[in-house]
């Protein structure tokens, strides 16, 4: 199938009437494809920005004037305004600590053929700070005169509060590890070695910065010697297993030369990448030894309120005996 583009005329005979008509066509299928291509793609695009959430703007320098897409207005919280908003309306809407750096990227951008990012907060209508990942860009004339910015920006509340929380949680967690003398390490598909916790450097007497010691060399050098060989081989089976989970408790040796007792929790689980492993150590020297004082403590206990029932009980068995024998006795005396 073809498509044909024709335009006809009618001519009239000397009677007035109509007599013949003439007309051109013309072979229209590429034009019109490479124009429902454009159409297309132009509907992709839409809907792509649409659904990504980025807005379009545009700041006209003859006029000054900032014009927005749809979801631009949407990331004010404004209704769309065919006029646009002069220069002054959306300075007023920038985070004043903001306004210099967004001054600033805009002068970059004269001064350069590439185009500048910035990250701003602007105030929505509800009050409310969103915080604009923003590209822009100089559209020049054909003498190179600059005549518009165009950029997009894209609201990175959500994600920059998620990313606080996350911040939070984990300096939650390492604080919380860090008082119960609990160390945690990861170790990613490809990664050649694990991440060591500052809990986990501080475990081993380890500085918090530098080098991390290869599982040979800290079996070596860290581990107890009595208690290498099983901890190796555990290892080796676990590794060997697949996804699971592994438990060991061991000795080890700090820096300093003192020995710890440590309990260690370790998990695999398969990713798209490859092994995932991560693993817990914790530090129960402490609670061990409190754990054998208040047995010793027991212990005592127990034979000290043993030593008193045997007390109580001679001390019963000898008064009946004892009293007639003083009575005798100070019958003899009269």
Do not use: C
């Amino acid at each position: 199938l073809r498509r044909i583009h024709s335009q006809w005329v009618v001519k009239n005979g000397s009677d007035g009437q109509p007599e013949r008509v003439l007309g051109v066509m013309m072979d229209d299928t590429e034009p019109y494809a490479l124009a429902h291509a454009a159409q297309d793609l132009q509907s992709q695009l839409a809907l792509t920005v649409q659904v990504s959430g980025m807005a379009i703007w545009r700041h006209d320098l003859a006029s000054g004037r900032m014009h927005y897409s749809d979801e631009g207005w949407r990331a004010l919280g404004l209704q769309p305004r065919p006029q646009g908003l002069s220069l002054d309306e959306v300075r007023a809407l920038i985070h004043p600590d903001d306004l210099p750096a967004v001054v600033a990227s805009a002068a970059a951008a004269m001064r350069s053929a590439q185009p500048v990012d910035l990250e701003a907060r602007y105030r929505h209508s509800d009050g409310s700070w969103r915080h604009q990942m923003l590209r822009r860009t100089v559209l020049r004339d054909d003498q190179g005169r600059p005549t518009a910015f165009l950029g997009v920006a894209m609201d990175v509340t959500e994600r920059l509060q998620e990313r606080a929380r996350a911040d939070e949680l984990m300096q939650r967690f390492e604080t919380v590890t860090r008082a119960a003398g609990i160390g945690h390490w990861l170790t990613e598909p490809g990664q050649d070695h694990p991440t060591w916790s500052e809990q986990l450097r501080r475990m081993f007497g380890l500085p918090p910065q530098g080098p991390l010691p290869t599982l040979g060399d800290w079996l070596k050098n860290h581990v107890h010697p009595e208690d290498m060989p099983a901890l190796r081989q555990a290892l080796v089976d676990w590794g060997a297993s697949g996804p699971g989970h592994l438990e060991t408790a061991f000795r080890v040796r700090r820096a300093n030369g003192e020995v710890r007792q440590i309990h260690s929790h370790a998990s695999a689980e398969q990713t798209e990448r490859g092994m995932r492993r991560f693993g817990v150590l914790i530090d129960v020297t402490d609670r061990r030894t409190a754990e054998t004082a208040r047995q010793e403590r027991e212990v005592a206990l127990r034979e000290s309120e043993a030593k008193s029932q045997f007390m109580a009980r001679m001390s019963h068995e000898l008064r009946t005996p004892l009293n007639a024998v003083l009575g005798f006795a100070q019958l003899m005396e009269i």
